[in-house]
């Protein structure tokens, strides 16, 4: 079975836009030798075009790993156009996929689950002519983008938002990493914590259908099978309560999934200090190594 590593927001890109400031346009710098394609259509919705950039290292010797990276904004803002921050991933000879999903106001949820799975089964589908390693996959992303990243490696075989993207039959993922992801959208929406209009924004006509909002929800995702996930989130979030992320490694202690959890002691929604950033990825590459990754 392939495996295929999904990370949710390493947080050596500290300086991807959150939720609230994703619209900045920026140059991806990348090393001599690789190539980039840009908007590379990896699924078409009606009138509407998923796309991709991609940035491939020069093909020598075995495949390469990839990473995937997804853009926060609460389903509702942002584009892919806003990242960047790949350096240390080129430097150790990874390309990047980073991609884009329909935003609440071209469609709502499951719309942006249903991309990101298309996306992932796009890369997968065509690794050979990538030269993409599927073993090394790596998927990351913060706050909305955490959300899809979990929710693209939870769903595993699940085809139930993989619509017309087929071709792989089995989507199994190494490992998870999430950076402050939503993991309930319903309590996101209603709970007694935080009451976000993003979230009922994207459940649109099932606002009010809580069963629904369990089928987008990460933590409702959890089974023993799962793979390891790393979360990391600050106690002190406005946006997303520290708690989503309490709940999920609950969920994931109670089926015995292995999982490492690194609270931020005072830490906003993507606001760290550089100390703490470079603490969360030296925790970060210790917990795949520690996977054999």
Known sequence: MKRIILIAGLLWTTHLAVAQDTTQVKKVSYPAGFSEQLNVVYTQVGDWDGKLDLYLPPVQGSPTPLVINIHGGGWNKGTKESQSGFSAFFKKGYAVANIEYRLTAKATAPA?????????????????????????????????????ALMGGLLENDNSFDGKCKGTEKIKVAAIIDKYGITDVWDWGYGKLKTSKSATSWLGAKALDQEFAKTVSPVFQVKKTSPPVFIVHGDA?????????????????????????????????????????????AKIMEFLKGLGL
């Open 112 to 148: 942006a689950v249903e991309d990101t799975r298309c996306a992932l089964i796009y890369l997968i589908n065509h690794a050979q002519q990538l030269h993409i390693d599927v073993n090394k996959i790596v998927i990351m992303g913060a706050s909305a983008g955490g959300h899809l």
């Open 237 to 281: 979030d406005p946006i997303v309560p520290y708690e989503q992320s309490v709940a999920l490694k609950a969920r994931l202690d109670e089926l015995g999934v292995r999982n490492e959890f690194v609270t931020v002691k005072g830490g906003l929604h993507g606001k760290f200090q550089p100390a703490d950033n470079s603490m969360v990825n």
